[in-house]
T-cell receptor
Framework: DSGVTQTPKHLITATGQRVTLRCSPR?????VYWYQQSLDQGLQFLIQ???????AKGNILERFSAQQFPDLHSELNLSSLELGDSALYFC??????????????FGQGTRLTVV | DAKTTQPNSMESNEEEPVHLPCNHS???????IHWYRQLPSQGPEYVIH???SNVNNRMASLAIAEDRKSSTLILHRATLRDAAVYYC??????????????FGTGTRLTIIP
């Protein structure tokens, strides 16, 4: 158990809909990272938050947004869903900014299926 | 992002040592070398990391070349549970938000019983 909790584990929704994925980081971890893993793209970095503020952005679509709340949990919002958004979405947390000398801990992921 | 190069796949016999290579010729002096693995249907899992010296932990050993342009992850006695995709990643300085983990395609390790 990594200590990172993601909910829900599975989500099936229709095209055009909006969903919210939730991540609770390990206790005390201030950084949260979101990744998307699809069959043809591998693990793609989406966005990072540190202590409530956006820290880095990757290949995140404009239809996607995220935030980190004062209790440090994070939510990834996906809207106007398309079939191609079907993927595993992982959240990771690590202890602090400047964390190149520490490990990141990943949740078990949310499997999103858009039909 | 600094690039790493790994073989697409490797096979090893159960209970034998496994050496997983990684090339990172553009590594900078402050980059840490991280290894993660992803078992089927699971999130990535931290294995080990290092800067210059060789490192050991309960899961594996990391051998880093003297010029730091390559490294090798060593699983001392592979089990079937070690079958996974192994990723070698350079983790950079936190300035400009660069400490994110950038995953390549990794090495798919198959363990033969």
């Amino acid at each position: 158990d990594s200590g990172v909790t993601q909910t829900p584990k599975h989500l099936i929704t229709a095209t055009g809909q909006r969903v919210t994925l939730r991540c609770s980081p390990r206790s005390g971890d201030l950084s949260v990272y979101w990744y998307q893993q699809s069959l043809d793209q591998g693990l793609q970095f989406l966005i990072q938050y540190y202590n409530g503020e956006e820290r880095a952005k990757g290949n995140i679509l404009e239809r996607f947004s995220a935030q980190q709340f004062p209790d440090l949990h994070s939510e990834l919002n996906l809207s106007s869903l398309e079939l191609g958004d079907s993927a595993l979405y992982f959240c990771a947390s690590s202890a602090q900014q400047g964390a190149r000398n520490t490990e990141a801990f990943f949740g078990q992921g949310t499997r999103l299926t858009v039909v | 992002d600094a690039k790493t190069t790994q073989p697409n796949s490797m096979e090893s016999n159960e209970e034998e040592p496994v050496h997983l290579p990684c090339n990172h010729s553009t590594i900078s002096g402050t980059d840490y070398i991280h290894w993660y693995r992803q078992l089927p249907s699971q999130g990535p899992e931290y294995v080990i990391h290092g800067l210059t010296s060789n490192v050991n932990n309960r899961m594996a050993s990391l051998a880093i070349a003297e010029d730091r342009k390559s490294s090798t992850l060593i699983l001392h006695r592979a089990t079937l549970r070690d079958a996974a995709v192994y990723y070698c990643i350079l983790r950079r300085d936190s300035n400009f938000g660069n400490e994110k983990l950038t995953f390549g395609t990794g090495t798919r390790l198959t363990i033969i019983p």
